[in-house]
């Protein structure tokens, strides 16, 4: 089983990146779906998720810039990111966790995002 991240670089202040999460091996489509940051000696901590039923939650600071979707029959999960601020400087790492049998958590590796002031 395996989630590949992509679509990190970097970019201007109040520019726009689209992350994907594709997911591969297993069946994804009852999971939650979560993005998720870290900074340079910080904690990594939750950007935005969604439910299978497509319900979404936000971090108050990425709140009506960052929109979190997923396309069940790709398997895979999107962090569409507008109005990039420094501070959303970070790596951001995609998970996949089912939270019924046969429960599973997944990690993909991490694709950095830059934002230059």
């Known amino acids: 089983v395996q989630l590949q991240a992509s679509g990190g670089g970097l970019v201007q202040a109040g520019g726009s990146l689209r992350l994907s999460c594709a997911g591969s091996?297993?069946?994804?489509?009852?999971?939650?779906w979560g993005w998720y940051r870290q900074a340079p000696g910080k904690q990594r901590d939750l950007v935005a998720k969604?439910?299978?039923?497509?319900?979404?939650d936000y971090a108050d600071s990425v709140e009506g810039r960052f929109t979190i979707s997923r396309d069940n029959a790709k398997n895979t999960a999107y962090l569409q990111m507008n109005s990039l601020k420094p501070e959303d400087t970070a790596v951001y790492f995609c998970?996949?966790?089912?939270?019924?049998?046969?429960?599973?958590?997944?990690w993909g590796q991490g694709t950095l995002v830059t934002v230059s002031s």
């Open positions: 969604i439910t299978s039923g497509g319900t979404a």
């Open positions: 998970n996949a966790r089912r939270l019924f049998p046969p429960l599973h958590n997944y």
């Open positions: 091996g297993s069946s994804f489509t009852g999971d939650v």
